[in-house]
């Protein structure tokens, strides 16, 4: 079955340095998210992606994420200058379509830990 | 206000028995859809099932089915015939389509620990 895939798995990175945070979403699929959960709360949502564009993003997406596809497969979540507060699982999610009944399918998450 | 309320931070159930976990939403877009996702202690999001707002049957997936009470605005996740394998945290998620979101709002989860 096909399946979202994320890397890196853990990534640990001084505060202030940038990080860039990999996903390759399903093939044929066009939607794509990321969301982060801080350890122990609720899975919160960053920002959506279709067309090549941000469509949606939270409050939580601030100027220092950003987002890129950079070719056919890659779908990758960019934080310029890392805070302790941005360690959390980030978790990269795709749908087929925009349409409410269609599920959106997550990766396994990368959990980045700031120091 | 919370638009996706789990009041269950913990469940515990025998292996073989059934389990019911409650989510509660509250939205005033009539189209919408709710999802259930199981989080392993490995941390992966795994989707288990889908009810759309204006679907008229309950949602069934293998043991999973939804009970969907739309007036009292409930769709609780109904395990039948617990595993061990089901020991997880389970989150009830929210779409809601026709205000133009294409996020899913996530509850704060549930624990549910099957035992032997």
């Known amino acids: 079955e096909p399946e979202v895939t994320q890397t890196p798995s853990h990534q640990v990175t001084q505060m202030g340095q940038e990080v860039i945070l990999r996903c390759v979403p399903i093939?044929?699929?066009?939607?794509f998210y990321w969301y982060r959960q801080i350890l122990g709360q609720k899975v919160e949502f960053l920002v959506s992606f279709y067309n090549n564009e941000i469509s949606e993003k939270s409050e939580i997406f601030d100027d220092q994420f950003s987002v890129e596809r950079p070719d056919g497969s890659n779908f990758t979540l960019k934080i310029r200058s890392t805070k302790l507060e941005d360690s959390a699982m980030y978790f990269c999610?795709?749908?087929?379509?925009?349409?409410?009944?269609?599920?959106?399918?997550f990766g396994d998450g990368t959990r980045l830990s700031i120091l | 206000a919370q638009k996706i309320t789990q009041t269950q931070p913990g469940m515990f159930v025998q292996e073989k028995e059934a389990v019911t976990l409650d989510c509660t939403y509250d939205t005033s877009d009539p189209s919408y859809g709710l999802f259930w996702y199981k989080q392993p202690s490995s941390g992966e999001m795994i989707f288990l099932i889908y009810?759309?707002?204006?679907?008229?049957q309950n949602a069934t997936e293998g043991r999973y089915s939804l009970n969907f009470q739309k007036a009292r605005k409930s769709a609780n996740l109904v395990i039948s015939a617990s595993q061990l394998g089901d020991s997880a945290m389970y989150f009830c998620?929210?779409?809601?389509?026709?205000?133009?979101?294409?996020?899913?709002?996530f509850g704060k989860g549930t624990m549910l620990l099957v035992s032997p």
């Open positions: 009810q759309g707002s204006y679907d008229q």
């Open positions: 093939s044929n699929h066009l939607y």
């Open positions: 998620a929210m779409r809601e389509v026709t205000s133009g979101y294409s996020t899913l709002t």
């Open positions: 999610a795709s749908s087929g379509t925009g349409m409410g009944n269609q599920p959106q399918h």
